[in-house]
């Protein structure tokens, strides 16, 4: 339902506050009571508030009848500047200067009272007018309207500290008249007394009570903390301002951000259309902008009839008052931002310097990305194979999750790819207008609206890519601030991958065999030790024989291809788990875990005995036979590691006598 806006809330208030004079809040209730309404009474002293024409004589009505008083929409009338005190529109009226410049502008002083009649000035000299007041088609006619109207205008120079008007109702609507006609006469002033006029100590009291008011508002403004609070608190006071039948407040809190609607005295649904449309197309309307010397915020607007300068300058003050307020919470936001941030950088620096793989990597990175970059998901893909694959992505659920990490990307699908390849460097901001259709698939598929791709890559070594994606497109400042902030993410992540490389290097250089790939020696007498401290398992030494003859009549290459084969097949005679490693030279051993049957150590060194029978191709397809020696021992937790390794040693070179496995 529309809401109704013709009859002022000075009205209602005066109405309300001059009952409870007399008869008390008892008579207030009455009142609402006669006249049907059942809001809470405080609704009806907001002069802010609008309400039709016909509660306004129902309330008249209904008051006269409880107080047995029917000249009360006279008295009430005669008593508009004490029930209304502080009001905006005072201050305005007072600033006119006197009772003549006002009944020359009495068609814009009644709009602010009443939007269901028009008043104007018939006739204005020496002290006398004739004032015509018509209420519009639709609207029955009241003598309690007029008797309202009457005492209204025996307060036109009272306004000013002089004595209030005579008025004559020469004519009435409710007599059938066209239009009620009133005679207005009022004391002209000749000459100034010593002290200061009456109407300067009006003026200065109504000024004052628009600087208090004005002063509890900025302290609220700094105390709102949110920008969206701060703005709903400005079309609040905007009321207390203005005297206008509503308010409507439109501006975004920071760029790029969705805008914050509010408004005063209008239904959601004249709020949604007014909003959509632009300012300059409003008629009858006080129209400021939100703005400050830092950036353009919105538009506030009052809807009336018609204003004064003095409502235009208060308004513009409360506007500057937002605009001030939200340049300061922008300002802590941003410093908050930034030292939330700080913070989430300097955890991503520490997580990333425990990190050890490029998994490790991936996962800090990407919860780093949704943190520092607001992102809805973060995903990096890494660089195996020819493709890039999905190696941590954070964000998504469902289905979504499960088509990320079945991601992979090949030169094929995008140009994303050869980019990437190319090590570019700058980061890209795709969004659904994207040339790439395979980019636009992707975002489709994800239903994001933008994504930021930032290449993780050292000079010479590409190594995947970081996305931070969107559900909904930034500004172009924002997007901005988004690409700067993950390149430096990206450069981070680069960084600690080679550093993870170089680790992964020093570590195949201590533990594994560069010859064969296995485990070297370090690697295993430390597996050994760590069994031992576990639980039971095995271990079998095997010595090839004759490799020296294929050194010295092959060469050294032939050799090392043979060392190659023999890792290879013993890598497929042992179990998931179990670990195969080159002592050096010709010797190797395998570690196995757990407690062996009866038959289990001797089943599996008849497995390597026979994985060596099929000779050996080396070089240019020589055929060498690949003979070794096999001895092993079980061993309980907790036994020495040098008398597990005595006991297999002994066992191989018994084996070795006698050409065939020994098993101790």
């Known amino acids: 339902m529309e809401p109704v806006r013709e009859t002022a809330g000075i009205t209602l208030r005066a109405i309300v506050r001059y009952v409870r004079a007399r008869g008390g809040d008892a008579a207030v209730l009455r009142t609402l009571e006669l006249a049907g309404e059942h809001e809470p009474v405080e609704a009806y002293d907001d002069p802010r508030r609008w309400w039709s024409y016909e509660t306004k004589i129902n309330v008249f009505a209904a008051a006269a009848k409880a107080l047995g008083d029917e000249s009360i929409a006279m008295q009430v009338g005669e008593s508009i500047l004490t029930y209304s005190v502080n009001t905006p529109?005072?201050?305005?009226?007072?600033?006119?200067?006197?009772?003549?410049?006002?009944?020359?502008l009495i068609a814009t002083t009644s709009a602010k009272f009443n939007a269901a009649a028009d008043m104007s000035v018939?006739?204005?000299?020496?002290?006398?007018?004739?004032?015509?007041?018509?209420?519009?088609?639709?609207?029955?006619?009241?003598?309690?309207?007029?008797?309202?109207?009457?005492?209204?205008?025996?307060?036109?120079?009272?306004?000013?500290?002089?004595?209030?008007?005579?008025?004559?109702?020469?004519?009435?609507q409710?007599?059938?008249?066209?239009?009620?006609?009133?005679?207005?006469?009022?004391?002209?002033?000749?000459?100034?007394?010593?002290?200061?006029?009456?109407?300067?100590?009006?003026?200065?009291?109504?000024?004052?009570?628009?600087?208090?008011?004005?002063?509890?508002?900025?302290?609220?403004?700094?105390?709102?903390?949110?920008?969206?609070?701060?703005?709903?608190?400005?079309?609040?006071?905007?009321?207390?301002?203005?005297?206008?039948?509503?308010?409507?407040?439109?501006?975004?809190?920071?760029?790029?951000?969705?805008?914050?609607?509010?408004?005063?005295?209008?239904?959601?649904?004249?709020?949604?259309?007014?909003?959509?449309?632009?300012?300059?197309?409003?008629?009858?309307?006080?129209?400021?902008?939100?703005?400050?010397?830092?950036?353009?915020?919105?538009?506030?607007?009052?809807?009336?009839?018609?204003?004064?300068?003095?409502?235009?300058?208060?308004?513009?003050?409360?506007?500057?008052?937002?605009?001030?307020?939200?340049?300061?919470?922008?300002?802590?936001?941003?410093?908050a931002e930034r030292q939330r941030i700080a913070e989430s950088l300097l955890e991503l620096a520490r997580r990333l310097a425990r990190a050890r793989t490029a998994t490790e990597v991936a996962e800090v990175t990407v919860e780093a990305v949704r943190t520092v970059m607001a992102a809805d998901t973060a995903s990096v893909l890494l660089h195996s194979d020819g493709r890039l694959r999905m190696a941590a992505t954070a964000g998504a659920v469902d289905e979504r999750l499960s088509m990320a990490r079945r991601l992979e990307i090949s030169r094929d699908d995008t140009e994303l790819f050869d980019r990437f390849r190319s090590l570019e460097g700058a980061p890209r901001t795709y969004d659904r207008d994207s040339q790439d259709p395979f980019v636009r698939g992707l975002l489709d598929k994800f239903g994001h609206e933008m994504m930021v791709v930032a290449d993780i890559a050292l000079p010479g070594n590409p190594y995947g890519i970081l996305v931070a994606a969107y559900d909904t497109r930034h500004g172009t400042a924002k997007a901005r601030e988004v690409v700067h902030r993950l390149a430096g993410i990206a450069d981070q992540a680069a960084t600690v991958l080679r550093t993870c490389e170089l680790l992964e290097t020093n570590w195949r250089l201590a533990h594994v065999d560069a010859l064969t790939g296995l485990a070297n020696r370090r690697a295993f007498l430390a597996a050994l030790e760590a069994a031992l401290s576990s639980g039971e398992g095995a271990v079998l030494f095997i010595d090839l024989d004759a490799f020296k003859a294929v050194n010295d009549t092959l060469g050294h290459t032939a050799g090392d291809e043979l060392l190659a084969a023999v890792a290879g097949r013993l890598g497929g005679c042992v179990r998931t788990g179990d670990l195969v490693a080159r002592l050096g030279g010709d010797e190797f051993v395998v570690l196995t875990h757990g407690a062996l049957g009866a038959g289990a150590l001797p089943d599996l060194a008849a497995r390597i005995e026979s994985a060596f029978r099929p000779p050996v191709a080396v070089l240019d397809g020589t055929l060498v036979e690949a003979r070794a020696s096999v001895g092993g021992t079980r061993f309980a937790a907790g036994e020495p590691s040098r008398n597990v390794l005595h006991r297999a040693d002994t066992a191989m070179y018994e084996a070795k006598r006698g050409a065939m496995a020994v098993l101790r």
């Open 174 to 335: 409710v007599a059938g008249a066209d239009a009620c006609l009133y005679t207005v006469r009022w004391r002209r002033r000749r000459w100034w007394p010593r002290r200061r006029p009456a109407a300067d100590d009006t003026a200065g009291d109504v000024l004052i009570g628009r600087l208090e008011l004005l002063q509890r508002t900025v302290a609220e403004l700094v105390a709102a903390e949110q920008p969206d609070r701060a703005l709903a608190l400005v079309a609040d006071r905007a009321g207390y301002a203005v005297n206008a039948q509503a308010f409507l407040l439109v501006a975004s809190p920071s760029p790029g951000a969705p805008r914050q609607v509010h408004g005063y005295g209008l239904s959601e649904d004249e709020i949604e259309v007014l909003a959509a449309a632009p300012p300059t197309s409003f008629d009858g309307t006080l129209v400021v902008d939100i703005a400050s010397p830092n950036r353009y915020y919105g538009y506030l607007v009052a809807f009336c009839s018609d204003f004064f300068e003095a409502e235009r300058r208060m308004l513009d003050a409360y506007a500057n008052l937002a605009a001030v307020a939200l340049d300061a919470l922008s300002a802590l936001e941003s410093a």
């Open 89 to 104: 529109l005072r201050l305005g009226l007072l600033l006119l200067g006197g009772p003549a410049q006002l009944i020359r």
């Open 122 to 172: 018939v006739s204005s000299s020496g002290g006398v007018a004739t004032v015509r007041y018509r209420l519009r088609s639709g609207y029955t006619p009241s003598r309690y309207d007029c008797d309202y109207t009457r005492g209204l205008l025996t307060q036109l120079p009272a306004l000013f500290g002089r004595p209030p008007a005579t008025v004559v109702h020469e004519a009435c």
